[in-house]
């Protein structure tokens, strides 16, 4: 049974999602406040974190930082105010691998969460027997969802983990923003394509030697990205 842990100090709010997710076989635990909430989740295994932004005692970015600065890659999807944008940067920069501003549709958060449990459970590529991939200075290996960069241990968020599989398991393809939402978050919304821009900035200050000339996920102009075809072999 999947464990879900939300993190929202209003109550009706915090009930009414823990409702939902209930409705998918999960069993759910509500914190109402930050440093309640980073307890649990340092304590317990959870398969998704639903993290409000704003809470009382300690507000969901320093929990983000502090889960993701423990090596806690669980899943997390940040809830934030609609007119918070530069909030929402912030808390991708942090680790958070989705967010959804409020006010929001419940039936949407449902969605992501279950978009989420499957890209975890069951995003599989062909490419790979054995689960590992080297590609140039990159070792990926699917099992232990760990990727090194020249034999040194780059700390990857979930999500950043299955974009980069992604795109190192199609090399030479061109993906489009929306293809990337499609295949790698499980959803694709008109005006999301920026995460994509976001996610594609960090994975690039971590495994690329020079985030401003990459070697590895390469831009093609007016159209996407593309996995350098010239290292998958290598």
Known sequence: MK?????????????????????????VQIAS????????AKKHPFDLIILDL????????????RLRGADNATPILMLTAKSAELDRIVG??????????????????????????????THITPASVSGQLQAGELLLDQAKRRVSVAGEEAELTAREFDLLWHFATHPGQVFSRS????????????????????????????????????????????????????LADD
């Open 54 to 65: 704003m809470l009382p005692g300690m507000d969901g970015l320093e929990i983000c930082r």
């Open 92 to 121: 991708l920069e942090m680790g958070a691998d989705d967010y959804l501003p409020k006010p929001f549709n419940v039936r949407e958060l449902v969605a992501r969460a279950k978009a989420i449990l499957r890209r975890v459970d």
């Open 33 to 40: 406040d930050g440093k309640t909430g980073l307890s649990l």
């Open 179 to 230: 293809q990337l939402l499609d295949s790698v978050w499980g959803y694709g919304h008109e005006g999301y394509e920026h995460t994509v821009n976001s996610h594609i900035n960090r994975l690039r200050a971590k495994i690329e030697t020079d985030p401003s000339s990459p070697r590895y996920i390469l831009t093609v102009w007016g159209v996407g990205y593309k996995f350098s075809d010239k």
């Open 3 to 27: 464990q879900f842990l939300v993190v929202e100090d209003n109550h009706d709010i915090a009930n009414l999602v823990s409702m939902h997710l209930r409705d998918l076989g999960a069993e």
